[in-house]
């Protein structure tokens, strides 16, 4: 059974930096496509950006391009969102998400799915 273990949320100041971390055992996740996603209090849970399972091609929405960046390690199996320019507005549980065949920013499309790591950015 694949596992998606999140790490590294906190509590950070506006204009701060955070590095979150997804394990993944179980599976062969260097095979899998790889997403971040955020659900912020009283919201739907919102894409974030993914990352193709070779690493070849990332995307990002448009509200954290050139604030966010995901990579990842495959010999690792980990993925890893690292966030410059925090705002207020970023704070979320963040989730990281996998699938083997899906790219798209519907939760629905991703099998494998973290437990979650909060961000707070404080103002």
């Known amino acids: 059974q694949g596992q998606l273990v999140e790490s590294g949320g906190g509590l950070v100041q506006a204009g701060g930096s955070l590095r979150l971390s997804c394990a993944g055992s179980g599976r062969t996740f260097s095979l899998y496509h790889m997403a971040w996603f955020r659900q912020a209090p009283g919201k739907e849970r919102e894409f974030v950006a993914l990352i193709t399972w070779s690493g070849a091609t990332t995307y990002n929405v448009d509200s954290v391009k050139g604030r966010f960046t995901i990579s990842r390690d495959n010999a690792k199996n980990t993925v890893y969102l690292q966030m410059n320019s925090l705002q207020p507005e970023d704070t979320a549980v963040y989730y990281c998400?996998?699938?083997?065949?899906?790219?798209?920013?519907?939760?629905?499309?991703?099998?494998?799915w973290g437990q979650g790591t909060q961000v707070t950015v404080s103002s």
């Open positions: 998400a996998a699938d083997r065949f899906s790219i798209g920013g519907a939760v629905n499309q991703w099998e494998y």
